[in-house]
């Protein structure tokens, strides 16, 4: 079993920022890229960012010059570091780690976070 754990929502001016943490854990043999997408109401879930092992990182461009995607290693945790906020950030925020599991047959696994609520209000 794979467990993911978000956590740094909250509601921020226009113009602040947040950083979004989510920690996995369980039965992770390795990880292959982990990735942040957001859901506001009555649009569909969109990828925000996502890094792989190897560092690489990809960016929606709503939100290039302004977010830095980065992880932990050694804690299997990925971070969104979100700056300039707009209200357009507004949304729901999900964390997704794919990778394979430990244990027998090491199936390859594909994770969603609880979610994490951002608001950028004034």
């Known amino acids: 079993q794979v467990q993911l754990v978000e956590s740094g929502g909250g509601l921020v001016q226009p113009g602040g920022s947040l950083r979004l943490s989510c920690a996995a854990s369980?039965?992770?043999?390795?990880?292959?890229?982990m990735g942040w997408y957001r859901q506001a109401p009555g649009k569909q879930r969109e990828l925000v960012a996502d890094?792989?092992?190897?560092?690489?990182?990809n960016y929606a461009d709503s939100v290039k010059g302004r977010f830095t995607i980065s992880r932990d290693n050694a804690k299997n945790t990925v971070y969104l570091q979100m700056n300039s906020l707009e209200p357009e950030d507004t949304a729901d925020y999900y964390c997704n780690v794919r990778g394979t599991m430990s244990t027998y047959p090491f199936r390859p696994f594909d994770r969603w976070g609880q979610g994490t609520q951002v608001t950028v209000s004034s």
């Open positions: 890094i792989t092992s190897g560092g690489s990182t």
């Open positions: 369980g039965s992770i043999l390795s990880i292959n890229v």
